[in-house]
């Protein structure tokens, strides 16, 4: 008998451990790094395996059809209260009594409109662009009376008089808005200076329930009227002390029963607001300290700027960052502070790009983190400081190259409405995805790792964090599809009882040479604290190719020191006759598929579909071996 002198080509072990790199399907899937993954679906990354994630659990009872708004009250007497909006729920304000929505007072909401909350001082001012600004005291919710516009305006010169023309208008305000100012009134003998002797007084008739007047004058120029002064008694005495505003004009509307805006946000000792009903370019900022919900009074702070008021634009999102406000436009970002002498100032940061939702803008350690439109796609960008460049510089950065293409399956109609929370190392943001109105995937960045992953089979459109009076923190979301508010991170591997559908995939290993066939022997999987109530399915695909093998993840059973394994269609070497399954799980468990696949390339896919299924998933390794012979001839072609 002959003897071949040709030796078969040596066997080597490939060891993968650490999955921390997250989804990648920016590249091809043979080469991306071993760590990366190619699905990750409602699983949670760790240093040392993939698991899946904690389950959610309907809060209290149900009320209404969808929770549109909910938010954390703290009072200052230690009063700890969740409070929650709904359509359905009566139109009112409700908080938990006892795990019951329980409605506040007498006042009804618009049952369509997302409703966000600021708090200020023990007042939680309520917004939702449709109806006018109210507040809850930790009783009941207040609201504001509607003021007139001042009549009777007279202008009289005192003094010896002159020839120079003077035009004035007043306004009346209370502790939430203004009025329009009156019809201007002029006179024609002023004194050309005016000072105590010589000066233009003003009078006209009270107003009902005004708590002061803004004048609004001294020359009717092609500016008109602007900003003189702020006084609480209806008259006025012009003797030049108060030097016309260069900016500051009448008011366009009576806002007096309470600004109209959506999105509110407490930054600079202030409140701040966006989203104005028919000023959408706008940002209206309250005054200070025991003004604060006061957006009419120049005199106690309060103002506003249209942000490039006609660029196509309107604002879409603020945030409070580093001495000022974050102001978000779909085509652009701005920031707004004062400077130390009081002044308004307006920088821009990025052109071409911004903000899409409101709620999706999260401060995420020293930066903040939003949602974009941008080339037809969703995008999440980073926003901070740049490391080799001025510190007071901001610069944005995108952080989701990797997975750019998952971001094309959303309903760019609907990002208004995503919603994000920074919780636990995670920045999450729900969206809806292709064809659907509601928000019904949450994109998980874990900031440790910088990887992504996502989550479905719920549909959050806000989160917010509780912290109650046994000092416990938990998060919920508003439900798109129900009246529950639902908690997150229950410890439980259940949805409500229903199965968390998990899934994960490896990239595909070709040993840096897609050109040649590779032997893999027994690819052996470790798994950790696998529950008896898993049920983990394996798949190998070769060349793509799935279903190139199958096999089940089962608990193992127990005899002595020794381990079960896996099941192929039948019970494995390793199981003992007398047997028991460890109902807790185990602390390590080898899993061998007994198996010769052979290909270019391979990977390696997993699902798990039962409830409360909890598993570590650490590490794989598989014996490989290159043929030397070349490719096969359907691969070949020939020069002509």
């Not at 659990?57 to 709904?86: C, I, M």
């Not at 580093?322 to 052109?351: M, P, R």
């Amino acid at each position: 008998m002959q003897i071949s002198n040709v030796k078969n080509p040596p066997r080597k072990d490939e060891l993968i451990t650490g999955f921390i790199g997250g989804l990648n399907s920016f590249q091809d899937e043979t080469a991306i790094k071993n760590g990366e993954l190619t699905e990750a679906k409602n699983v949670i990354l760790n240093v040392d395996g993939i698991e899946p994630r904690e389950g959610v659990q309907n809060y209290g009872t149900e009320s209404g059809d969808r929770v549109l708004g909910a938010f954390p009250y703290y009072k200052s007497d230690g009063t700890r209260e969740l409070l929650r909006f709904a359509d359905g729920a009566n139109d009112k304000l409700q908080k938990y009594v006892a795990g019951v929505p329980t409605d506040i007072g007498t006042k009804t909401f618009d049952d369509e409109a997302p409703m966000n909350f600021v708090q200020a001082d023990d007042k939680v001012y309520i917004f939702n662009g449709v109806d006018n600004l109210s507040y809850y005291d930790g009783t009941t919710v207040q609201t504001y009376t509607t003021l007139t516009t001042p009549t009777s305006l007279s202008v009289t010169p005192q003094g010896t008089a002159g020839t120079t023309t003077y035009s004035y208008r007043v306004s009346a305000f209370n502790n939430v808005g203004e009025t329009v100012a009156c019809v201007s009134v002029q006179t024609t003998t002023g004194n050309a200076t005016l000072n105590a002797t010589n000066f233009n007084r003003l009078d006209w008739a009270d107003v009902t329930n005004a708590v002061g007047y803004n004048v609004y004058g001294r020359y009717a120029t092609g500016l008109g009227e602007t900003y003189m002064g702020t006084v609480y008694v209806s008259t006025y005495d012009d003797q030049g002390q108060d030097t016309p505003s260069l900016s500051i004009l009448p008011p366009e509307a009576n806002s007096t029963l309470g600004i109209i805006g959506s999105m509110p946000i407490f930054a600079i000792s202030r409140i701040f607001v966006s989203g104005i009903k028919d000023a959408t370019s706008r940002l209206a900022f309250s005054g200070t300290a025991e003004k604060v919900g006061d957006f009419a009074t120049p005199a106690f702070g309060a103002g506003g700027v249209d942000v490039f008021k006609n660029d196509g634009s309107g604002i879409t999102a603020i945030i409070g960052f580093q001495g000022g406000v974050i102001v978000f436009k779909e085509n652009a970002i701005y920031k707004f502070s004062f400077t130390s002498d009081g002044y308004q100032q307006l920088e821009e940061i990025v052109k071409g790009f911004g903000a899409i939702s409101f709620r999706a803008v999260r401060h995420v350690e020293n930066d903040i983190i939003f949602a974009a439109r941008k080339d037809g796609r969703l995008a999440f960008f980073s926003l901070g400081n740049q490391e080799n460049y001025v510190a007071t510089v901001l610069r944005t950065n995108e952080l989701s190259i990797k997975i750019d293409s998952f971001l094309q399956d959303v309903d760019l109609n609907h990002l208004v409405n995503s919603a994000g929370y920074y919780y636990r190392n995670l920045y999450m943001c729900s969206v809806p995805k292709s064809g659907s109105s509601i928000n019904n995937r949450t994109w998980i960045l874990d900031t440790r790792f910088g990887a992504w992953v996502y989550w479905e089979d719920f549909s959050a459109n806000m989160f917010t964090a509780f912290l109650d009076s046994n000092g416990e923190e938990s998060l919920y979301f508003a439900d798109e599809t129900s009246g529950h508010m639902v908690k997150m991170f229950t410890g439980t591997y259940n949805d409500n009882g229903s199965v968390i559908d998990v899934k994960w995939s490896t990239k595909a290993f070709n040993q840096g040479q897609f050109n040649k066939e590779k032997r893999y022997h027994n690819p052996t999987f470790q798994f950790k604290d696998v529950t008896s109530t898993s049920n983990i399915e394996g798949y190998i695909y070769l060349d793509g190719v799935e279903n190139a093998a199958q096999f089940v993840v089962g608990q193992p059973t127990n005899s002595g020191g020794g381990f079960g394994a896996i099941m192929v269609g039948q019970t494995l070497i390793g199981d003992s006759p007398s047997t028991f399954t460890d109902t807790q799980g185990s602390s390590d468990i080898p899993v061998e598929v007994y198996d010769l696949l052979r290909g270019r390339s391979i990977k390696y896919a997993f699902t798990c579909n039962a409830v409360n299924s909890y598993f570590k998933f650490l590490s794989l390794v598989h014996t490989y071996s290159i043929n030397t012979k070349r490719l096969d001839d359907k691969y070949r072609v020939y020069p002509s």
